[in-house]
């Protein structure tokens, strides 16, 4: 079998054979029942790995992804960033490290997200094998943001800088640690990702943002910096932040960052994670920021302020809506069972104004689990409840809190990683399923278990649908 430069068998970029298309009965919550397309896209015996990010490229004819958990375990073992064609199912590996390790298990190459802009994926880069020796094997405070022309060229940028000098003060611009989870606004001149430190490993995860500057330091084209200070973990005083993350841009400039925040509790005696929003002014100078020492943990810059918008338990990658207006995210219903709940973005749970407060938007039996995303209406919001692609009206009306069911609940693998295409004709999603070779063998990860194969729902007419269910349902 012939090898290519990346060390990956012939076989792990074979041709996709056709595409199949599977009918399923979409089920509302009301009863009524219907027929809908779920196609799926990929075949390869590699997995597919959307990791909830933008995926659609800008033109949404492709969806970019990584191919974890092939080799080994983890996002250290990844070794290329592709993306598929939608309509063809044809694969193009965008870019794959000449070389890779199991043994340390470097570089590590994976969650990546395109440009809403240009033709272009950013992703994490952990470190190349020629730096092996210096800065040792990937871990999540030893990677960086990297970028990749989505052309098929393989020509890569670094976005970031980083450096662990311990003698004198972090390079202005650079961070100390690992970068991930890299997601452009929606303008694509920032970009907002979460964070960890090597230098002083007693802060915990926290959140940043990027975006391009003369003053950039080293190879970056993008300077880094925080958004939110955090206190080292088990300090924290009451309402202080110990650590962000979930994060997501809210409105389309960039101007806001919605996260989870762990807090300590006003009496002192536990924690609880609640949601907040970093605000950035769009005139900020970044360049402000304090990047720090190996004694001193960096600093936003001056002018970004933290609001929190709950003081009761919320969680998920929180998800702006496309007018920068509401805020979806995971939270407890009067049971205890998770549900998605929407908040103006100006809003709380403490504003005398009913209409500022968060709303309960689904009243799933089942409880909404992962892969939260907004139509970009404003009108719909998606999630997965029961292992079904479920889609919930959250437009003002009598059809608020009504869901639909694109896909069967409990009929199989896990499906995860929704992600909705910019023009909201199109969700995406992953799911483990059985990977035939040409003589019909099934072909398996290191583990044993099933590729991770991209399957995608048609909802252009998700208003008729739900009218649909609605006339059935009476």
Known sequence: MK??????????????????????????????????????????????????????????????????????????????????????????????????????????????SFSPVADKVAFIHGPPLETLAMRGPYAKTNRNGAEVAGDGSGKLTWLDERDVETGRDTTPGAHRGGTHRHEYSRDGKRIGFTYDDALLPQYDRTIGYMEKNPRAPGKATHYFALLVPVVPKGTAKPREIESALGDSWVDREGTMRAFIGRVRQPDGAAYEQSLFVADIPADVDITTADSGSATRFPRPPNGVRVRRLTHGFAAGIVRGSFDGKRIAYFGHDKNGVSQVFIIPSHGSDRETDPKMRPVQATHLPRGATNGLRWHVSGNFVACISGNAVTVTCVKAGPQFGKSIHLTPQDDGPQRKDLVWSPDGKCLAYDQPTPTLDKQGHRLRTYNGSDFNQIFVIDTSDLEELLKQAGESGK
Request: hydrophobic share 40%.
């Open 3 to 112: 090898t290519p430069r990346n060390g990956l068998p012939s076989l792990f970029h074979a041709e996709l054979p056709m595409r199949k298309i599977f009918l399923v009965t979409m089920i509302s919550l009301m009863g009524a029942s219907m027929t809908a397309k779920e196609r799926q896209l990929t075949f390869t015996p590699k997995n597919h790995e959307l990791d909830n990010n933008d995926n659609f490229s800008a033109d949404l004819k492709f969806l970019c992804y990584d191919t974890r958990e092939v080799f080994g375990p983890g996002i250290d073992r990844s070794r290329s960033i592709e993306m598929v064609e939608v309509a063809t199912g044809k694969e193009t590996v965008l870019y794959a490290p000449p070389f890779s390790t199991n043994d340390q298990a470097a570089p590590g190459v994976a969650a990546a």
